[in-house]
């Protein structure tokens, strides 16, 4: 608990324009910052999620619980070895039955039916676009919710776009993925396919594909102030107090402390 909160002191310190200029002039320490977040809303996520476990085992279950009924919304998505892997497992699936009901099964459905008599894989591309479309929606909802906290004539000027850079960005990268599967992985020797190089090659393709999008979703947020927002904040003025008496470390601090 404690480095969390040392972790969201630091990363909530920052403005959205210094953490532009994190991004142009100081790389390593926007990677720093790039997996605290992630990390960050890991924890967030699944406090909020225990809790709400906990209130519908005491108040509709009458106290029964089986660990099997409830997965946590995140699961460390920082440890994710493949983009695949990371947004349909590790990543919180709140938004799941929606996501398929629609875009996801009438994309998928009309492609194939469009493409099955003229191409051989129209299954194939169908799954794949419909997985597209499931980033493109999800890119509106965020491109909505910047739009609505920021202001319309704002983000129209300097923000529209950004979400969608980021989640269709992903969804070619998954995209990218099944492809290597399809087309390059049979032809590997099994031997590589089980080894430690392998695996971490695919943690280094997918910390390295998120930390050159992280900028595009983060700018929107981190500019209207959501990152100011946290109302837990017993440990942060003790934090702010340690790294203000030492300034080597309050040299890497934004200027919201």
């Known amino acids: ?67 099997e009924q409830w997965r946590s919304l995140m699961i460390n998505p920082i440890l994710s070895s493949s983009l695949d892997e ?8 709140l938004f799941k039955s929606t996501w398929l009901a629609f875009p996801f099964r009438p994309v998928r459905i009309l492609v194939e039916r469009a493409l099955t008599k003229r191409i051989k894989h129209a299954k194939s591309v169908a799954f794949l676009l419909a ?66 190089l392998y695996e971490v090659l695919g943690h280094v393709w997918t910390a390295a594909f998120g930390y050159l999008t992280f900028y595009w979703i983060a700018n929107g947020f981190m500019s209207w102030g959501f990152q100011f927002d946290n109302p837990l904040t017993f440990t942060k003025p003790y934090i702010v107090d340690f790294a203000r008496a030492h300034p080597s470390l309050l040299a890497n601090w934004g200027s919201h402390v």
């Open 86 to 93: 990371l947004w349909s497992h590790r990543w919180h699936q």
């Open 131 to 196: 997985s597209i479309s499931v980033f493109a929606a999800s890119a509106l909802m965020h491109e909505y919710v910047i739009a609505a906290n920021i202001g319309l004539p704002i983000y129209k000027r300097v923000f529209a776009g950004e979400q969608c850079i980021f989640f269709v960005g992903h969804g070619i990268g998954v995209f990218f993925e099944h492809l290597v599967h399809m087309l390059i992985m049979p032809k590997l020797p099994k031997r590589f396919k089980e080894s430690m």
């Open 1 to 67: 608990m404690l480095v969390t909160d040392m972790l969201a002191s630091w990363a909530a310190s920052f403005t959205g324009e210094e953490v532009h200029h994190m991004w142009v002039e100081k790389p390593a320490v926007f990677f720093v910052f790039f997996a605290s977040v992630n990390i960050l809303l890991n924890a967030a996520f699944n406090s909020v999620g225990y809790g709400l476990h906990l209130f519908y085992c005491l108040c509709v279950e009458g106290g029964s619980y089986s660990s």
